[in-house]
Every structure is written in structure tokens, then in C-alpha cells.
């Protein structure tokens, strides 16, 4: 991924509302695969 889609992937998920810590922790998950960091749905949190 070029670092101008990279840009744009992540204020896409800012225009989607996620906040800071909530697409950090999907960068993380997305280079370590650590479950700790999976978004979880909406739906399910409780």
C-alpha cells in the first residue's frame, strides 16, 4: 500500500467516525494478527 492509499485509508476511517485509538488498534491487528486488537461489531459490545 502506497502511503497515499494509506492516507486515505485512514481519513476514510475518520469520516467513518472511528476514533484515533480505535484505528490504531486495527493497524496493529492488521501487522501482528493479535486478536487483542480484532474490532469487534457494534453489535456485540456490551
Not at 2 to 29: C, H, P, S, V
Request: glycine share 6%.
Amino acid at each position: 500500500m502506497t502511503m497515499q492509499e494509506m492516507t486515505r485509508f485512514l481519513l476514510g476511517l475518520r469520516a467513518a467516525g472511528w476514533e484515533e485509538k480505535k484505528i490504531n488498534d486495527f493497524l496493529i491487528y492488521i501487522e501482528s494478527g493479535n486478536e487483542k486488537y480484532c474490532p469487534k461489531s457494534e453489535e456485540n459490545k456490551e
